[in-house]
T-cell receptor, first 114, second 114 residues
Framework: GNSVTQMEGPVTLSEEAFLTINCTYT??????LFWYVQYPGEGLQLLLK?????DKGSNKGFEATYRKETTSFHLEKGSVQVSDSAVYFC?????????????FGSGTQLTVLP | ETGVTQTPRHLVMGMTNKKSLKCEQH?????MYWYKQSAKKPLELMFV???????ENNSVPSRFSPECPNSSHLFLHLHTLQPEDSALYLC?????????????FGPGTRLTVT
């Protein structure tokens, strides 16, 4: 079946540090891949996505590249800010009858210190 | 209003109460979802509605009863809940014939069962 594995947190960084959160997946076919972010007390927000191999999704300084050969979709940011503190979820899409659904990783808590 | 809204944002109920959670999407999507998010556990998909028909029910106890009267509204009716049902309940929507199949989430209802 489909699954998503994220690096375990929590991750604590100083402001302006480089961020990598690893994500690998197992899936049949060619899923779309997503990163979602959840700020404290809020729902999940779509951060970026990639729909086919070698696509790079980017948003707000975050990037992730769909690597089919390594089945990975690692999230990176060159210089994190305190406001990036949140929980980050990697996800892939799968079909189920007439509705596409998402399989989520367990989430990685990021804390950025000033 | 835009996006996905959920009411109430917070709910405290006793085990013998009956209450309902409401979700409304203003995005013109044709699929809606209920998720349960508990501390220290992955996001759990509960129900999926596509074109107002339930297409998935992930072995959710019968004390949770969903209703989707139209493509913009989704309810979760609650009765005789247990303390372990305390969690953040998230609603999401998507457009199922689009390319990326990303889901858009509401802010959630924080439910506490006493």
């Amino acid at each position: 079946g489909n699954s998503v594995t994220q690096m375990e947190g929590p991750v604590t960084l100083s402001e302006e540090a480089f961020l990598t959160i690893n994500c690998t997946y197992t899936a049949t076919g060619y899923p779309s891949l997503f990163w979602y972010v959840q700020y404290p007390g809020e729902g999940l927000q779509l951060l970026l996505k990639a729909t086919k191999a070698d696509d790079k999704g980017s948003n707000k300084g975050f990037e992730a590249t769909y690597r089919k050969e390594t089945t990975s979709f690692h999230l990176e940011k060159g210089s994190v800010q305190v406001s990036d503190s949140a929980v980050y979820f990697c996800a892939l899409s799968r079909s189920s009858g007439s509705a596409r659904q998402l399989t989520f990783g367990s989430g990685t808590q990021l804390t950025v210190l000033p | 209003e835009t996006g996905v809204t959920q009411t109430p944002r917070h709910l405290v109920m006793g085990m013998t109460n009956k209450k309902s959670l409401k979700c409304e999407q203003h995005l013109g999507h044709n699929a809606m979802y209920w998720y349960k998010q508990s501390a220290k556990k992955p996001l759990e998909l509960m129900f999926v509605y596509s074109l107002e028909e339930r297409v998935e029910n992930n072995s959710v106890p019968s004390r949770f009863s969903p209703e989707c009267p139209n493509s913009s509204h989704l309810f979760l009716h609650l009765h005789t809940l247990q303390p372990e049902d305390s969690a953040l309940y998230l609603c999401a929507s998507s457009q199922d014939n689009s390319g990326g199949y990303e889901q858009y989430f509401g802010p959630g209802t924080r439910l506490t069962v006493t």
